[in-house]
């Protein structure tokens, strides 16, 4: 019954490379908007990166330049793939999609995958 499923997270020094993925159930098969947020405890969850149904992306200040999401319409996927990781990006990252249901548009969240950025 999970309808978005991330994976991907784990432990890696600074500067290294991680590709998070999150696949959404079929049942979820008018989704809009597809986007990766991150929390770190005792911080507020911010948005790391959105991507639209057309393509379109935004990014946080914070990893421009360094993250890229994409994502796979056919397959209900989406991917953020970090690069040049720093202490800083420790944080919890859910995956959260938007699918049209009824006429309205219903958020969903991922369970989160741990981030965890240390030598």
């Known amino acids: 019954q999970v309808q978005l499923a991330e994976s991907g997270g784990g432990v890696v020094q600074p500067g290294g490379s991680l590709r998070l993925s999150c696949a959404a159930s079929?049942?979820?098969?008018?989704?809009?908007?597809m986007a990766w947020h991150r929390q770190a405890p005792g911080k507020e969850r911010e948005l790391v990166a959105t991507?639209?149904?057309?393509?379109?992306?935004n990014y946080a200040d914070s990893v421009k330049g360094r993250f890229t999401i994409s994502r796979d319409n056919a397959k209900n996927t989406v991917a953020l793939q970090m690069n040049s990781l720093k202490p800083e990006d420790t944080a919890v990252y859910y995956c959260?999609?938007?699918?049209?249901?009824?006429?309205?548009?219903?958020?969903?969240w991922g369970q989160g995958t741990q981030v965890t950025v240390s030598s």
């Open positions: 959260y999609a938007d699918n049209g249901e009824g006429g309205v548009l219903k958020g969903y």
């Open positions: 079929r049942r979820l098969f008018r989704i809009n908007a």
């Open positions: 991507i639209t149904s057309s393509g379109y992306t």
